[in-house]
Each structure stands twice: as C-alpha cells, then as structure tokens.
C-alpha cells in the first residue's frame, strides 16, 4: 500500500512542489552567510537546501519514470544527514538558550521530514557502489568545508560547541552513507529474488 501511494503521480507532484519551495527557501534562509562567503566555498554552504534540490531533482525525473543514481545517492545520503542534524541542532539550541523560535520548531519538523522522505524512497533509486562512493566522497568533503575552513551553518548560541558538532558531523556523515549502503544491498539483493 505505501508503495503504491509513493509512486502515486498526485503525491509525487505534490512532494515536487513541496521540495521545490522549500529549496528556494533554503537558499533564501542562507542569504546572509552567502553573502559573507567566499566564491569558492558557494556551493558547499548551503547544506539542506541542496540535499534538498537533490531529492526534488530526484522526483522530477521520477515523476517521468527516469532515474539519476549519483543523483539519488546524494539525495538520500545528504537528506537524511542533514535532516538529522538540522533536528539535533535546533533541539541542542532548545536545551542551551531554554526556548526555541517559531523558525526553530519548523526547521526540526521539515528537515524531520527531509530525513523520512529520503528513506522512504530508497526502495525506488537504482544506486550502485561506484553511486555511494562518489556521494560519500561529496558529504565528506562537505565536512571538511565545513568545520576545517569553517563554512558551517551558523548557530550563534552553539558556537562554543564547534568541535563537538565538527565530531559528530563527520558520524552522522558515516552513519548515513552506512544506512544508504545497506538500503542499497536490501534493494538490490531483492531486485535480484524477483
């Protein structure tokens, strides 16, 4: 039943569209730190946003029967990092400050949403290894953007916690290639049954 409702063409619109304005308005909630980044580090700021335009690339070809596997690694590698780390953030802010904006609250429910939905459609990538590796070559070296040429987002309350966030960063990054390699071998030792 849930797979037929994901591939569902109304809910693949809709996912689209949503997708869609929530990359634009990633990259519209990273306007301020762009403007204060190098040229050279442009494409490796914006974290959610393009994990997000990952996976709403993935849907427009999806939504045509096409597939983009280096695409679709990257899509559920970096949704599912970002996505988690965007809710530990925001929930590590609420501990430290004592509340949380209204901003907040909503960047752990979509980017909670961004994890789910880059897991419930694994079953649908064409990923093989030569996919994971070159993705997991991107997400690592995001990581070393990130907190060695310090282009991190930017949590202004966290800044303390740099190189405990860099640390667990760099396991979250380990343990979402992990989880895109297994959903890998589950997808194809089951495609290899049928």
Same mark, same amino acid.
């Given at each position: 039943?849930?797979?037929?409702?994901?591939?569902?063409?109304?809910?693949?619109?809709?996912?689209? &569209?949503?997708?869609?304005?929530?990359?634009?308005? $990633?990259?519209?909630?990273?306007?301020? =730190?762009?403007?204060?980044?190098?040229? !050279?580090?442009?494409?490796?700021?914006? @974290?959610?946003?393009?994990?997000?335009?990952?996976?709403?690339?993935?849907?427009?070809?999806? !939504? #045509?029967?096409?597939?983009?596997?280096?695409?679709?690694?990257?899509?559920?590698?970096?949704?599912?990092?970002?996505? !988690?780390?965007?809710?530990?953030?925001?929930?590590?802010?609420?501990? &430290? /400050?004592?509340?949380?904006?209204? =901003?907040?609250?909503?960047?752990?429910?979509?980017? $909670?949403?961004?994890? !789910? /939905?880059?897991?419930?459609?694994?079953?649908?990538?064409?990923?093989?290894?030569?996919?994971?590796?070159?993705?997991?070559?991107?997400?690592?070296?995001?990581?070393?953007? @990130?907190?060695? #040429?310090?282009?991190?987002?930017?949590?202004?309350?966290?800044?303390?916690?740099?190189?405990? &966030?860099?640390?667990?960063? #760099?396991?979250?990054?380990?343990?979402?290639?992990?989880?895109?390699?297994?959903?890998? =071998?589950?997808?194809?030792?089951?495609?290899?049954?049928?």
């Amino acid at each position: 039943m849930l797979r037929y409702l994901l591939r569902d063409r109304r809910v693949l619109i809709f996912l689209f &569209i949503t997708n869609l304005i929530g990359t634009i308005y $990633g990259f519209y909630w990273y306007r301020f =730190q762009l403007a204060d980044t190098p040229p !050279i580090f442009y494409l490796f700021v914006p @974290d959610s946003p393009t994990a997000s335009l990952f996976f709403t690339v993935f849907l427009l070809f999806f !939504i #045509f029967g096409r597939n983009l596997p280096y695409i679709e690694a990257l899509a559920i590698i970096t949704l599912f990092k970002y996505g !988690i780390w965007a809710v530990v953030m925001n929930v590590f802010t609420l501990i &430290i /400050e004592g509340s949380l904006s209204p =901003q907040g609250y909503m960047l752990i429910l979509s980017h $909670g949403a961004m994890a !789910i /939905e880059g897991l419930l459609y694994a079953p649908f990538y064409k990923i093989k290894l030569k996919h994971i590796v070159v993705a997991s070559i991107w997400t690592l070296h995001n990581d070393v953007i @990130d907190y060695v #040429f310090g282009m991190m987002p930017i949590y202004s309350s966290l800044t303390d916690y740099m190189d405990k &966030i860099g640390y667990f960063t #760099f396991w979250l990054s380990m343990l979402s290639i992990f989880i895109a390699y297994k959903l890998m =071998q589950k997808h194809n030792h089951a495609a290899l049954k049928v």
